[in-house]
């Protein structure tokens, strides 16, 4: 596991979130209230975290935190969910988004659907191997996004809070890293996110990791439309074409449904909606869709037997 380390000694381990060096600074620094931690780290009055998230005044950070030693582009790439959010963007629009949180100006960066947990979740295994590389433990970025419910690396659910108390050490108003002990009633017993985790969900947590550690342009509006119209293209009919996505879905996740899909990735539309339509409003329904849409147009040009339809695997 590597870190970026800057001349001054601050660091963050590789898919680290942003939200990990707010808590470094806020212990080293020695400030008696966590809203002075926060508008030095900064360099702006903040209220709520939810602009933390997507790396508002990125520039002032890399200059202040990092020492210069990374980019305000590469900070916001790296370690916040715009590394995420800007892959189903148009290059312009990237532009236009980051040099406005990169000068603090984006006071409004809002997302087409939820992408960001209400609280921050973790992975023990993760937690265990810094702790023992580095001494301390990082959130992770691709963690925290409302699809990703096991952890990329080691495949197991994500914990979310004290099995005894409730309390979740992921809240941002708290200043914790993952794997310390509950604030309140000092146990580390804590509660996994309730999943069943399947070979098609462990597949597109990896293709969502993948996507943001790689920064792939494949879900951009352009490339993203391109391969889309191609796909429609080879069925008689736009119907015909989502019907075999339908199906493809449902037996590789073993649903009688898509709406179980849905249910499994937290992403929630109004049932008219189209799954065409639902790819063009989210990059996690867009990452899903890409791998289903390149296996069944394989399949075609080998003259593959189409999926079958929807069966529930008992």
Same mark, same amino acid.
């Given at each position: 596991?590597?870190?970026? !380390?800057?001349?001054?000694?601050?660091?963050? *381990?590789?898919?680290?979130?942003?939200?990990?060096?707010?808590?470094?600074?806020?212990?080293?620094?020695?400030?008696?209230?966590?809203? !002075?931690?926060?508008?030095?780290?900064?360099?702006?009055?903040?209220?709520?975290?939810?602009?933390?998230?997507?790396?508002?005044?990125?520039?002032?950070?890399?200059?202040?935190?990092?020492?210069?030693?990374?980019?305000?582009?590469?900070?916001?790439?790296?370690?916040?969910?715009?590394?995420?959010?800007?892959?189903?963007?148009?290059?312009?629009? @990237?532009?236009?988004?980051?040099?406005?949180?990169?000068?603090?100006?984006?006071?409004?960066?809002?997302?087409?659907?939820?992408?960001?947990?209400?609280?921050?979740?973790?992975?023990?295994?993760?937690?265990?191997?810094? $702790?023992?590389?580095?001494?301390?433990?990082?959130?992770?970025?691709?963690?925290?996004?409302?699809?990703?419910?096991?952890?990329?690396?080691?495949?197991?659910? #994500?914990?979310? $809070?004290?099995?005894?108390?409730?309390?979740?050490?992921?809240? &941002?108003?708290?200043?914790?890293?993952?794997?310390? =002990?509950?604030?309140?009633?000092?146990?580390?017993?804590?509660?996994?996110?309730?999943?069943?985790?399947?070979?098609?969900?462990?597949?597109? @947590?990896? /293709?969502?990791?993948?996507?943001?550690?790689?920064?792939?342009?494949?879900?951009?509006?352009?490339?993203?439309?391109?391969? #889309?119209?191609?796909?429609?293209?080879?069925? *008689?009919?736009?119907?015909?074409?989502?019907?075999?996505?339908?199906?493809?879905?449902?037996?590789?996740?073993?649903?009688?449904?898509?709406?179980?899909?849905?249910?499994? %990735?937290?992403?929630?539309?109004?049932?008219?909606?189209?799954?065409?339509?639902?790819?063009?409003?989210?990059?996690?329904?867009? =990452?899903? &869709?890409?791998? @289903?849409?390149?296996?069944? %147009?394989?399949? &075609?040009?080998? /003259?593959?037997?189409?999926?079958?339809?929807?069966?529930? @695997?008992?």
């Amino acid at each position: 596991m590597q870190t970026t !380390q800057n001349q001054a000694g601050s660091y963050l *381990p590789n898919g680290a979130h942003l939200y990990t060096a707010l808590v470094y600074s806020h212990r080293s620094a020695g400030y008696l209230f966590r809203g !002075q931690t926060t508008a030095a780290f900064l360099g702006l009055r903040l209220k709520g975290s939810e602009l933390l998230f997507v790396g508002r005044n990125a520039g002032y950070i890399s200059r202040t935190y990092f020492a210069n030693a990374i980019s305000p582009h590469e900070l916001l790439r790296r370690y916040t969910l715009f590394g995420f959010i800007h892959l189903a963007l148009d290059e312009e629009e @990237v532009i236009y988004e980051e040099e406005r949180l990169i000068l603090g100006m984006n006071k409004r960066f809002h997302l087409k659907v939820k992408a960001a947990k209400d609280v921050l979740s973790w992975c023990k295994h993760c937690a265990d191997e810094e $702790r023992e590389s580095y001494g301390v433990t990082s959130w992770k970025t691709v963690h925290q996004l409302t699809s990703v419910r096991i952890c990329h690396i080691h495949g197991n659910p #994500l914990l979310l $809070r004290c099995n005894k108390c409730g309390i979740a050490p992921g809240d &941002l108003r708290s200043f914790r890293l993952p794997g310390e =002990v509950c604030l309140r009633c000092g146990r580390s017993d804590f509660e996994e996110d309730k999943i069943v985790v399947t070979d098609a969900y462990r597949t597109f @947590v990896r /293709d969502i990791a993948f996507a943001f550690e790689n920064q792939e342009n494949f879900y951009r509006d352009g490339a993203w439309f391109s391969l #889309l119209s191609k796909f429609i293209s080879a069925f *008689p009919s736009r119907s015909d074409a989502e019907k075999t996505v339908v199906e493809y879905l449902c037996r590789e996740w073993r649903v009688s449904s898509v709406e179980e899909v849905w249910g499994t %990735l937290q992403i929630s539309w109004p049932s008219c909606e189209g799954i065409f339509e639902k790819g063009r409003h989210s990059l996690s329904v867009r =990452v899903l &869709l890409h791998r @289903v849409m390149r296996a069944i %147009l394989s399949s &075609l040009l080998t /003259d593959d037997s189409e999926p079958r339809a929807c069966q529930r @695997v008992d």
